[in-house]
């Protein structure tokens, strides 16, 4: 079956983001001009995907403005003659055709996932964490769904990660079928470095086939007192295949203070209109910075 459809989940909290996240979502936050979210939804998009489930939540009423039409803006460019604004701006309606549902409570990556089920029915689709950006050449949602199309089965993308960071992540392990795709057997949400088994994280892509309603139905609330997508789809794995793929691309992660920071500065780098005096400046401040106050 083709995946027409993405889901993308966009209702926590945002709490490693604070002050920032107090009134407005993590998914809002800008890498340069463009917020989070519309990077993920162009992920979607340059994947083929036309139709995008968001699941919302309080305080997240930003996202469905950002992508509306704001005909007052529109009019204002229109009469300044800033076409090139206006249309940049009018795109941003068009790109999909984006469904809201709201999580009620905040229990977990799993329970919000479960809120997509009348949406997606009995077809997979694709699952981009609504606050990881990954920058790659082929879109990794394509590069998922080109493992789904082999082998007809969940697939979840995997990055390798440094041991002292696999409690940070869902965590697998399995049986390697090539390079980069491996049949998975065991996963652990933010395991401790002795019981993780290997660092392979989840890397916030996935695609999901029906089947994970029930297995989400049959699994208890895991780490945190939440319902977790990896404990769901560990049970999932003992009836059926599950896939994952290493991916090629560099991810961020939004919701982390550091790496928005760091993911800011190297796109900046790649735009074309910042690049050489963003550079500069950079050059400039780690000369007079020269390590003081580290
Ligand atoms: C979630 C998933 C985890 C995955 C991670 C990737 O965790 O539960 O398995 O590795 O996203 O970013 P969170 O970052 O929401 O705690």
Do not use: C, W
Request: cysteine-free.
């Amino acid at each position: 079956m083709m995946i027409k459809k993405a889901v993308i989940p966009a209702a926590g909290l945002g709490t490693r983001f604070l002050p920032a996240t107090k009134a407005q979502p993590k998914e809002m936050l800008p890498i340069i001009d463009t917020p989070t979210i519309q990077y993920v939804v162009q992920e979607a998009v340059d994947a083929g995907i036309e139709d995008i489930l968001i699941i919302s939540g309080r305080n997240k009423r930003a996202m469905e403005d950002h992508f509306d039409r704001n005909t007052e803006l529109e009019d204002r460019l229109t009469k300044e003659e800033k076409e090139t604004l206006f249309n940049e701006i009018r795109h941003i309606a068009d790109m999909a055709n984006i469904h809201y549902v709201r999580q009620k409570e905040i229990s977990g990556l799993g329970d919000a996932i479960y809120y997509a089920r009348f949406h997606t029915g009995n077809e997979p689709f694709a699952v981009l964490l609504g606050d990881t950006i990954i920058n790659s050449v082929i879109p990794v949602t394509q590069q998922l769904i080109d493992v789904y199309d082999q082998y007809q089965s969940t697939v979840v993308a995997v990055e390798v990660v440094p041991k002292d960071k696999v409690s940070r992540y869902g965590i697998v392990g399995g049986d390697k079928l090539s390079d980069h795709i491996m049949e998975v057997n065991t996963f652990i949400e933010k395991p401790s470095i002795k019981e993780a088994p290997s660092n392979l994280a989840i890397a916030g892509r996935y695609i999901l086939t029906p089947e994970i309603y029930k297995a989400l139905e049959q699994t208890p609330k895991g780490k945190n007192n939440e319902l977790q997508l990896t404990d769901a789809l560990l049970n999932l794995s003992r009836k059926e295949k599950v896939m994952s793929v290493t991916i090629e691309g560099k991810r961020y992660d939004i919701g982390n203070k550091l790496d928005y920071l760091k993911t800011t500065v190297e796109y900046a780098l790649r735009r074309k209109e910042f690049a050489k005096p963003f550079y500069e400046f950079l050059q400039q401040i780690v000369k007079e910075t020269d390590g003081k106050n580290l």
